[in-house]
């Protein structure tokens, strides 16, 4: 990483498969519609939260048989997936196997022809397994285990990355229903990264205002909040120091002004990854190792738009004998203490806003790694460059 990214921790973001990608003949012009992910934070997040935390976990442990293991959400584009390769791939020396959910993988989908050129130059790339692929399904689809999705992730997994970037809200939806949701998705997700004997990452990216959080999701993860107040000094001690909020009247008072409902929903949320990952036998450990924000509303008081970074970590632990024959001295993670984590990482967040606009010098050195990555997808980066300003 540069002395930039030391500098920023101390501040401390019926299944259709592409079976074959014939690249058509290039557009003869550059490509200049501009989308609103590619603005300079985004690749904030992308290099000094998603890149940094894999080149940890890779550091500390390199991938089996030296392949890193990537699922994700691709845009047509694959910018993601072209950065990680230069960032971490190649530094690093592993080769990168991703398994992409994307639409537009479909035949006679409109933007199929512009996949499959990103696609064909991808997999032409020095440290991209050839076993990676982009298949035409939405990720909701996991939700059903008889899935070919869902068939498709268990073969490829598990994973060493997990990267869900959504453009909506992953608390949106009804909770408790039969057709595909992400809440359905990620717990059988979680299934399949049971098998995962080392520790991996799960990058989450959703939209965090009130029209995007579902109001029964909502009461849900307040009524959690509120059973760790009372049942974990600890929490309570966190919750009163960071967020001003130590009573159930308080928590349900902060939902009403976009700050505290920023905060309850996304401790909320980290607490729901950690109570399913706990549920696991052997339970699996969660901790929240950093969280990065922006605003897409311009007039959003604080960020509306957010990126968790969790890691799981699989304990090992032995399921208790029910004759009492054995002993077990290890104890099992506690919710209470990985939840004051989480909200201690919450109250921490990077706001990739604030940090741009403090610091021409990262501004720039944004802008210049976005233009350059987008080249690559053959947009003209000088327009870009020009774009950026304005935007």
């Not at 959400?73 to 950065?83: T, Y």
């Not at 632990?317 to 993670?333: Q, W």
Request: charge should be negative; aromatic fraction near 8%.
């Amino acid at each position: 990483m540069s002395n930039t990214a030391s500098e920023e921790e101390g501040h401390a973001d019926n299944i259709i498969e592409v079976a074959t990608y014939e690249a058509p003949m290039p557009p003869q012009r550059a490509k200049e519609d501009f989308l609103p992910w590619h603005r300079p934070r985004k690749q904030f997040v992308r290099h000094y939260q998603w890149c940094r935390e894999v080149q940890i976990l890779i550091q500390a442990q390199k991938p089996k048989e030296g392949i890193l293991k990537y699922l994700g959400l691709p845009g047509l584009d694959l910018l993601d997936l072209r950065h990680f390769h230069s960032a971490i791939c190649e530094q690093q020396a592993v080769k990168l196997r991703f398994l992409g959910f994307n639409m537009s993988a479909r035949p006679r989908s409109p933007a199929q022809t512009e996949l499959n050129i990103s696609m064909d130059e991808v997999k032409r790339l020095a440290h991209v397994d050839p076993l990676s692929e982009v298949i035409g399904d939405d990720f909701k689809q996991l939700a059903n285990q008889r899935s070919m999705a869902f068939q498709k992730a268990c073969e490829l997994g598990p994973y060493d990355v997990i990267n869900l970037d959504l453009c909506d809200g992953f608390g949106a939806g009804d909770p408790g229903v039969l057709e595909p949701t992400y809440y359905t998705a990620v717990s059988n997700l979680l299934s399949i990264q049971a098998r995962n004997p080392a520790p991996w990452l799960l990058f989450l990216t959703t939209r965090a205002d009130k029209q995007n959080i579902n109001a029964r999701v909502l009461q849900a993860l307040i009524e959690k909040y509120c059973a760790n107040l009372r049942e974990c000094a600890a929490f309570k001690d966190a919750s009163r120091e960071k967020f001003a909020i130590e009573t159930e009247v308080e928590v349900v008072q902060a939902t009403t002004e976009p700050k505290g409902l920023l905060e309850v929903f996304l401790t909320g949320l980290c607490k729901w990854f950690v109570g399913l990952a706990l549920e696991h036998t052997p339970p699996i450990s969660v901790e929240v190792i950093s969280v990065f924000g922006y605003r897409v509303d311009k007039g959003a008081e604080h960020e509306d738009l957010v990126s968790l970074a969790l890691k799981f970590v699989p304990t090992h632990i032995p399921p208790p004998d029910p004759l009492g024959l054995a002993a077990c001295a290890v104890k099992s993670p506690d919710e209470g203490t990985l939840a004051t984590r989480a909200l201690r990482k919450i109250a921490k967040r990077i706001d990739a806003d604030l940090k741009l606009a403090e610091n021409s010098d990262l501004l720039q050195s944004m802008t210049e790694d976005t233009a350059n990555l987008l080249s690559l997808a053959r947009y003209d980066a000088e327009k870009y460059r020009a774009w950026a300003v304005i935007s």
